[in-house]
């Protein structure tokens, strides 16, 4: 008898694991089939690296381009800012800087990762270039912020968690896509990393 129970609690959190999941591919095709079923100009592009097909709308980026291209002129002026009046004042901080921004697509990511760390998070050179290396490759900067508005004050605040998050949201990802399922799911439904994670990756189409 004492078995059986043990076997029925191991058991209950994986099916309830595999219905999530089963309503996350659920709530993510609505999502997009909702998006053709009312006409928006959707893209799909073929990710020939991960083997996916990404979805976007035509407010994805201004110019409408996908992919995004690198902007690491605006990452340059973010990162700076951080840094404060006197982190990048010499020639050599700002080639420092410059290094570090290389492969960002702009100051966003930077921001929300700096927003969540706090005042004193990304004020020294070594914090900017974590923060920097984090953010290169998310093309859709926004993601990392939507992800951590989902996990709360506290699931966000901490340069692991951040990390975590910015390896998740890695690539391209529809924001709109995350916010639809996460609100479907209910409040507690994205409140913890494992949640959020499936999310992305099913927003992706992975």
């Known amino acids: 008898m004492k078995n059986f129970v043990l076997l029925l609690i191991l058991a209950c959190p994986l099916q309830l694991l595999a219905a999530n999941n089963t309503n996350i591919q659920e709530?993510?095709?609505?999502?997009?089939?909702?998006?053709?079923a009312n006409g928006n100009y959707v893209v799909q592009i073929l990710d020939v690296a991960r083997n996916t097909t990404a979805h976007r709308n035509h407010n994805c980026d201004p110019n409408h381009n996908y992919p995004p291209q690198p902007n690491s002129g605006a990452c340059v002026d973010a990162a700076c800012n951080h840094l404060g009046k006197f982190g990048c004042?010499?020639?050599s901080e700002v080639e420092q800087v410059q290094k570090a921004c290389r492969g960002n697509y702009g100051p966003d990511c930077i921001n929300a990762m700096c927003d969540r760390l706090g005042k004193f998070g990304c004020d020294q050179m070594s914090e900017i270039e974590n923060v920097?290396?984090?953010?290169?490759g998310q093309m859709n900067q926004d993601c990392l912020r939507v992800a951590c508005d989902h996990l709360g004050k506290f699931g966000c605040d901490?340069?692991?968690e951040v990390k975590k998050v910015s390896n998740s949201c890695s690539g391209w990802v529809d924001t709109d896509c995350i916010n639809s399922v996460c609100h479907r799911l209910g409040a507690f439904g994205c409140d913890q990393f494992s949640e959020i994670d499936r999310v992305i990756q099913g927003c992706k189409g992975n």
Do not use: E, F, K, P
Not at 27 to 32: A, I, S, T
Not at 132 to 136: A, D, K
């Open 27 to 36: 709530y993510v095709d609505d999502y997009y089939n909702s998006l053709y």
């Open 158 to 160: 901490q340069l692991s």
């Open 132 to 136: 920097t290396g984090l953010c290169r």
């Open 89 to 91: 004042d010499q020639i």
